[in-house]
């Protein structure tokens, strides 16, 4: 069993930040990609950011230049930093990552999802 448990999320004003923190646990052997997506009311869910085990990172054009993705490997955490937030980015959070675990093999894995709400 893995799980992925999300934090970080809430309220902020426009122009502000929150960053998001994902950690995996359970019988893990490895962690390649991870990533965040979102969705937001009455939309379908979409990428925000992804990052390699080696650090290799690819983000939706919405969020260039505001977010950034990282990860410590050792802790089997990602990070999403989120500034110059705006009320578009409004959306539920989901992490996601592919896991590598004892005795199954690789498996992509869900998190819960964390509110982030923008006002104007």
């Known amino acids: 069993q893995v799980r992925l448990v999300e934090s970080g999320g809430g309220l902020v004003q426009a122009g502000g930040s929150l960053r998001l923190s994902c950690t995996a646990s359970?019988?893990?052997?490895?962690?390649?990609?991870m990533g965040w997506y979102r969705q937001a009311p009455g939309k379908q869910r979409e990428l925000v950011a992804t990052?390699?085990?080696?650090?290799?990172?690819n983000y939706a054009d919405s969020v260039k230049g505001r977010f950034t993705i990282s990860r410590d490997n050792a802790k089997n955490t990602v990070y999403l930093q989120m500034n110059s937030l705006k009320p578009e980015d409004t959306a539920v959070y989901y992490c996601?990552?592919?896991?590598?675990?004892?005795?199954?093999?690789?498996?992509?894995?869900w998190g819960q999802g964390t509110l982030v709400t923008v006002s104007s």
């Open positions: 996601n990552a592919v896991v590598v675990v004892f005795t199954i093999g690789s498996l992509e894995v």
């Open positions: 359970g019988s893990i052997v490895s962690i390649n990609a």
């Open positions: 990052i390699t085990r080696g650090g290799i990172t």
